[in-house]
């Protein structure tokens, strides 16, 4: 236990150093006095501007978005108790893509400039992921094996990239533009407007996946073992099903597809704390999505200054090499 608090403790530390760095380095340097002089006073003028509209939020979005995307990806391990399934490896991302790029496009050239609201988009995105897990739960109950489970997932998320592709042929190049951008994958564009939405709807699946942690135990180890514990595991399933779709929606709406951060922070987590207890992962699940998140989006704005790389650059180069060491590394059977 005392490992436990320690190890967590120092990843809180480094967090919160990463974050003074995160507010200070940056094409204009700010010393750190004024950085946190601009927080204290809220000021939008000069320095202050850049600290206060541009990188704060931007900053608290990665926290954030890594911690949801991390628990999200816990959540999903343990529902399909399979260690390779994420958002991204099962289709939820691009079922929320889809749906995202449906509002963009007809949106916009339909008029309905309401469904362009942050709640409107985040309506959208919610839905596609809901119907992509739904698809997925009820593929996962009726086929036992799990390399299929995942070449299906796959393949939906190639179906809903397919008629996002199909949208495109209707859309002004502008339009164009600003969805392959969205789906490049950035936090900079992410504002304390829609910070008011992001913050409430994570929190929202974050207090959905906390009480499910035990009974998600339970079914790791098999849905009859479950159920003679008394689980009840349709409610299990509708209550992770929910938390996921929010934590994974309600974040790549606004940021675009966030790679393998949902798949190998989890994996992280279980290396370095050497548990497969849900209960006992969910905390550093949390800090080292928000950390990794964080630490990626920094090196994508900062490493080729003043171009700044797409995120899914960087959390691709960490996230792939984690995952091939934990296939060589646990010996994964497929069948």
Same mark, same amino acid.
């Given at each position: 236990?005392?490992?436990?608090?320690?190890?967590?403790?120092?990843?809180?530390?480094?967090?919160?150093?990463?974050?003074?760095?995160?507010?200070?380095?940056?094409?204009?340097?700010?010393?750190?006095?004024?950085?946190?002089?601009?927080?204290?006073?809220?000021?939008?003028?000069?320095?202050?501007?850049?600290?206060?509209?541009?990188?704060?939020?931007?900053?608290?979005?990665?926290?954030?978005?890594?911690?949801?995307?991390?628990?999200?990806?816990?959540?999903?391990?343990?529902?399909?108790?399979?260690?390779?399934?994420?958002?991204?490896?099962?289709?939820?991302?691009?079922?929320?893509?889809?749906?995202?790029?449906?509002?963009?496009?007809?949106?916009?050239?339909?008029?309905?400039?309401?469904?362009?609201?942050?709640?409107?988009?985040?309506?959208?995105?919610?839905?596609?992921?809901?119907?992509?897990?739904?698809?997925?739960?009820?593929?996962?109950?009726?086929?036992?094996?799990?390399?299929?489970?995942?070449?299906?997932?796959?393949?939906?998320?190639?179906?809903?990239?397919?008629?996002?592709?199909?949208?495109?042929?209707?859309?002004?190049?502008?339009?164009?533009?600003?969805?392959?951008?969205?789906?490049?994958?950035?936090? /900079? +564009?992410?504002?304390?407007?829609? %910070?008011?939405?992001? #913050?409430? &709807?994570?929190? @929202?699946? *974050?207090?959905? !996946?906390?009480?499910?942690?035990?009974?998600?135990?339970?079914?790791?180890?098999?849905?009859?073992?479950?159920? /003679? +514990?008394?689980?009840?595991?349709? %409610?299990?399933?509708? #209550?992770? &099903?929910?938390? @996921?779709? *929010?934590?994974? !929606?309600?974040?790549?709406?606004?940021?675009?597809?966030?790679?393998?951060?949902?798949?190998?922070?989890?994996?992280?987590?279980?290396?370095?704390?050497?548990?497969?207890?849900?209960?006992?992962?969910?905390?550093?699940?949390?800090?080292?999505?928000?950390?990794?998140?964080?630490?990626?989006?920094?090196?994508?704005?900062?490493?080729?200054?003043?171009?700044?790389?797409?995120?899914?650059?960087?959390?691709?180069?960490?996230?792939?090499?984690?995952?091939?060491?934990?296939?060589?590394?646990?010996?994964?059977?497929?069948?």
């Amino acid at each position: 236990m005392r490992r436990y608090v320690k190890i967590n403790l120092a990843i809180l530390s480094i967090l919160i150093l990463s974050c003074i760095f995160y507010l200070y380095i940056g094409p204009i340097k700010i010393p750190f006095t004024q950085v946190f002089t601009c927080i204290l006073t809220q000021r939008n003028a000069g320095p202050c501007m850049i600290v206060n509209d541009l990188r704060l939020p931007r900053m608290i979005a990665t926290i954030i978005g890594g911690a949801a995307l991390s628990i999200a990806g816990l959540i999903l391990q343990f529902l399909f108790r399979n260690p390779i399934v994420g958002p991204w490896i099962l289709g939820i991302e691009s079922g929320t893509i889809l749906f995202v790029a449906m509002v963009l496009i007809l949106g916009t050239s339909l008029n309905m400039i309401a469904l362009l609201h942050p709640w409107g988009l985040l309506t959208a995105g919610v839905t596609g992921a809901l119907l992509v897990t739904l698809i997925m739960l009820v593929v996962a109950a009726f086929v036992r094996s799990v390399v299929t489970v995942l070449l299906i997932g796959i393949m939906i998320g190639y179906i809903c990239g397919a008629i996002t592709d199909f949208l495109k042929a209707f859309a002004q190049s502008w339009q164009i533009h600003a969805l392959a951008m969205w789906v490049l994958g950035t936090f /900079s +564009l992410v504002t304390w407007h829609q %910070l008011n939405v992001m #913050l409430p &709807v994570t929190m @929202a699946g *974050l207090m959905l !996946a906390l009480p499910l942690a035990k009974p998600l135990n339970a079914v790791l180890l098999g849905e009859d073992y479950a159920r /003679s +514990l008394g689980v009840n595991i349709k %409610l299990v399933r509708v #209550l992770s &099903v929910l938390s @996921a779709s *929010l934590l994974t !929606a309600g974040i790549i709406v606004f940021t675009g597809p966030i790679a393998f951060i949902g798949l190998a922070v989890p994996h992280i987590a279980r290396l370095m704390f050497k548990t497969s207890d849900a209960r006992r992962l969910l905390l550093p699940t949390i800090l080292l999505g928000a950390l990794i998140t964080e630490l990626c989006d920094l090196c994508a704005r900062t490493v080729l200054m003043p171009v700044e790389l797409p995120i899914n650059s960087v959390t691709s180069l960490i996230g792939a090499p984690i995952l091939i060491l934990l296939l060589l590394k646990r010996r994964v059977e497929y069948d």
